[in-house]
């Protein structure tokens, strides 16, 4: 599953996912937008978790 770009499953456009806990051993890159793409995103290193007002629609791990 690395490198490839992960949609969140029950995100809207109206409502993101919020909260987000890396709990992998590998780095994820987190997106507000869906297909990993826009200016807005947060790297989480392994174990990070963020709190409630944090949006994410997708994901990618390195």
């Known amino acids: 599953m690395n ?3 992960i949609d969140l ?3 809207t456009d109206l409502i993101p996912g919020h ?3 890396n709990r ?3 780095t994820a890159t987190i997106f507000t937008e869906y ?3 826009g200016d807005n995103y947060i790297v989480m ?3 990070k978790k963020l ?3 944090v949006s994410v ?3 990618i791990f390195n």
């Open 45 to 47: 290193n392994p174990g």
């Open 9 to 11: 499953p029950h995100t």
């Open 19 to 21: 909260s987000p806990w």
């Open 3 to 5: 490198g490839e770009c």
């Open 24 to 26: 992998t051993a590998s």
């Open 57 to 59: 629609r997708s994901v």
């Open 51 to 53: 709190g409630l007002l």
């Open 35 to 37: 297909d990993c793409e």
